[in-house]
């Protein structure tokens, strides 16, 4: 599992980071949302609704990974969006997704969704 994956997860077991379409939607209009991370392999509505609804709130939000190895990574099932509500982890995630340079992709300025 990669670096990013763990820090998925270990927000997760810390209880600052929410998943499902549903709770994501609902942490970024409830401004608790630092960083939405959305599935490679999620359908395009998702991620029309995340770009623009990030976009409004502006909260940064990524392309990453697909939806069963993100699942794995939180220890649920499969994922096709999250939120992280910690903007410590929310910081060293988008760090990380940004210094790589195939992971940076994605974010709400450069993709025509």
């Known amino acids: 599992m990669d670096k990013i994956l763990s820090m ?7 209880g600052r980071l929410v998943s499902g379409e549903f709770a994501t939607e609902k942490a970024v209009k409830g401004r608790k949302a630092y960083l939405v991370v959305v599935a490679e392999d999620a359908s395009d509505n998702t991620k029309k609704l995340f770009f623009n609804k990030c976009r409004s709130y502006s909260v940064p939000v990524r392309v990453y990974s697909d939806r069963e190895t993100i699942g794995r990574a939180l220890g649920c099932g499969i994922r096709a969006s ?5 903007p410590g982890f929310a910081g060293a995630i988008l760090k990380r997704l940004d ?8 974010s709400y300025g450069d993709q025509n969704i």
């Open 8 to 14: 998925l997860g270990l927000a997760e077991k810390a």
């Open 82 to 86: 999250l939120a992280v509500t910690d």
């Open 99 to 106: 210094g790589d340079g195939s992971a940076g992709k994605g």
